[in-house]
T-cell receptor
Framework: AQSVAQPEDQVNVAEGNPLTVKCTYS??????LFWYVQYPNRGLQFLLK??????LVKGSYGFEAEFNKSQTSFHLKKPSALVSDSALYFC????????????FGAGTRLFVKA | GAGVSQSPSNKVTEKGKDVELRCDPI?????LYWYRQSLGQGLEFLIY????????KSGLPSDRFSAERTGGSVSTLTIQRTQQEDSAVYLC?????????????FGAGTRLSVL
């Protein structure tokens, strides 16, 4: 069965410092991995995705994520955090061996302090 | 339309009443999803529609929940005999089609409060 784990409820980082939001997954087929962000009082927005190819994926707003097949991880990263990055981040997976549903993690709240 | 539209934005109802939540996907998108986001929780998959195919209803939590998609466009999520535990934000998303790599575009959600 598909599953996604985001082990941290909250990540705190100082502005200008690098940030990492962790995500691990479990699938039966090939994974299609996504990161979405939810700003306060707004809907979810797509950040980036991994389908195939390079393990380092670059997305919106300077974010990137690294796909690691052996560790079944897809951690979200940014070299220099901004206060405006403070939001709720969701990792999601689709599995070509597990039907058409998308499984989302519980979310990680990122708080960037000025 | 420009984006996924959901109505109403807020719904307050009494326990035991039925409610209908509406989702209008992006024009031309054949795939439509419903999710539930409870306070402090992630998104829980409810149901998936793709074109004229039979929907994937595997996420519906009970037989009080049902959804329809008429004409391949607008979708309605119905909750019968609402319970307090149904209180949550119900999110709708659409994508161009059902391919696994497609991005989902989300509406702003309907916040349901069951008193």
């Amino acid at each position: 069965a598909q599953s996604v784990a985001q082990p941290e409820d909250q990540v705190n980082v100082a502005e200008g410092n690098p940030l990492t939001v962790k995500c691990t997954y479990s699938v039966s087929g090939n994974p299609y991995l996504f990161w979405y962000v939810q700003y306060p009082n707004r809907g979810l927005q797509f950040l980036l995705k991994y389908i195939t190819g390079d393990n380092l994926v670059k997305g919106s707003y300077g974010f990137e994520a690294e796909f690691n097949k052996s560790q079944t991880s897809f951690h979200l990263k940014k070299p220099s955090a901004l206060v405006s990055d403070s939001a709720l981040y969701f990792c999601a997976v689709r599995d070509d061996g597990g039907g058409f549903k998308t499984i989302f993690g519980a979310g990680t709240r990122l708080f960037v302090k000025a | 339309g420009a984006g996924v539209s959901q109505s109403p934005s807020n719904k307050v109802t009494e326990k035991g009443k039925d409610v209908e939540l509406r989702c209008d996907p992006i024009s031309g998108h054949t795939a439509l999803y419903w999710y539930r986001q409870s306070l402090g929780q992630g998104l829980e998959f409810l149901i998936y529609f793709q074109g004229n195919s039979a929907p994937d209803k595997s996420g519906l939590p009970s037989d009080r929940f049902s959804a329809e998609r008429t004409g391949g466009s607008v979708s309605t999520l119905t909750i019968q005999r609402t319970q307090q535990e149904d209180s949550a934000v119900y999110l709708c998303a659409s994508s161009l089609d059902g391919r696994w790599e497609n991005i989902q575009y989300f509406g702003a959600g309907t916040r349901l409060s069951v008193l």
